[in-house]
């Protein structure tokens, strides 16, 4: 769906009526689930999710860089736990799921870069339930994660790691077209044979209907487009598909999970942190500065489409 698609939803779920309709219409699918009480009991946390959500982001575009963080990280939890409450009618089940599910250094060495920090997936929290429930990851592929993967994995990113010759995706194809396109370096960037290649990101697209190669590139046709921004293939907000040029890169985690680690940590240095913060914001003297600043606009911009996409779900 467009920008302007998913603002009209947006707009549409503002009411108690239509929320209530759509949460009917979503648990109609779930087995056990009495639709129509449930979605009369979750409507009004449903709105006030959305609400609040967009609220606080709105608020981010608003505040100085100091804020910015806290604010986008809270705007995303609570979007993500509107999506979640169209598939878990009964969320939150336990205490246990309202933590962050996420973890970081409480102290920050000496000669501290962000880029090079890493955070730690707890076993229970948001993180994880939201990976489970809503994109049916039983499991998470790492343990820690340092930030500079997470910030090379977001297409809107890429141009900035260009501009000092460290890009780390290349572009594919299009959101709103079948036919993938890799470069045939990729087969030596990855150390793999064609078919390796092809068996290794098979599982997370469309069918492939059909496979050729020339000297210089790898063609895939697909049964239809890719619908998601879901790694190893990421989408830029313009529609161009991209994957890791590495296969250190090579990452299979929804890109709006990204966007939670990233602000989960900065929200936690813009508060616990506030001398290096302070001194990132006023100084601009790191080299951190232009990637988080990037990054703050592009989160600002991105959560509420990446969101909408899987308010979308079901809906259209």
Not at 100 to 106: E, F
Not at 186 to 207: C, G, N, Q
Request: hydrophobic share 40%.
């Amino acid at each position: 769906m467009s920008k302007q698609d998913l603002a009209l939803l947006y707009l549409y779920l503002q009411s108690q009526d239509t929320a209530q309709r759509y949460l009917e219409q979503h648990y109609k699918e779930l087995t056990g689930v009495e639709a129509k009480a449930k979605s009369y009991e979750n409507c009004n946390p449903f709105i006030y999710y959305l609400d609040h959500g967009q609220q606080f982001i709105t608020a981010s575009h608003n505040s100085p860089m100091l804020m910015q963080p806290i604010l986008l990280f809270y705007g995303l939890t609570h979007l993500l736990k509107a999506c979640l409450l169209t598939r878990r009618p009964d969320y939150p089940e336990s205490t246990s799921i309202l933590a962050h599910g996420v973890s970081t250094r409480k102290r920050k060495k000496k000669h501290y870069t962000f880029v090079h920090d890493e955070v730690k997936i707890q076993h229970n929290g948001l993180f994880s339930y939201a990976a489970r429930h809503l994109y049916d990851m039983n499991t998470i592929p790492f343990e820690k994660i340092k930030m500079k993967k997470l910030f090379a994995l977001i297409p809107e990113m890429n141009d900035l790691w260009s501009l000092s010759n460290q890009q780390k995706l290349v572009a594919i194809g299009k959101a709103d077209n079948n036919r993938l396109v890799f470069p045939a370096t990729t087969l030596d960037d990855y150390h793999i044979t064609k078919k390796a290649f092809i068996h290794r990101i098979s599982p997370h697209l469309p069918y492939i209907h059909k496979v050729s190669q020339t000297v210089n590139q790898i063609h895939l046709e697909l049964d239809k487009p890719i619908a998601q921004s879901h790694g190893p293939f990421f989408c830029h907000q313009n529609g161009t598909i991209y994957f890791p040029l590495d296969r250190e890169y090579f990452l299979t985690l929804p890109e709006i999970l990204i966007h939670y680690l990233l602000l989960y940590n900065l929200s936690m240095i813009s508060r616990y942190e506030t001398e290096w913060w302070g001194e990132l914001i006023t100084g601009k003297a790191d080299m951190d500065y232009p990637w988080i600043k990037h990054f703050l606009k592009t989160a600002a911009d991105k959560i509420p489409f990446l969101l909408g996409q899987e308010l979308a779900i079901g809906n259209t």
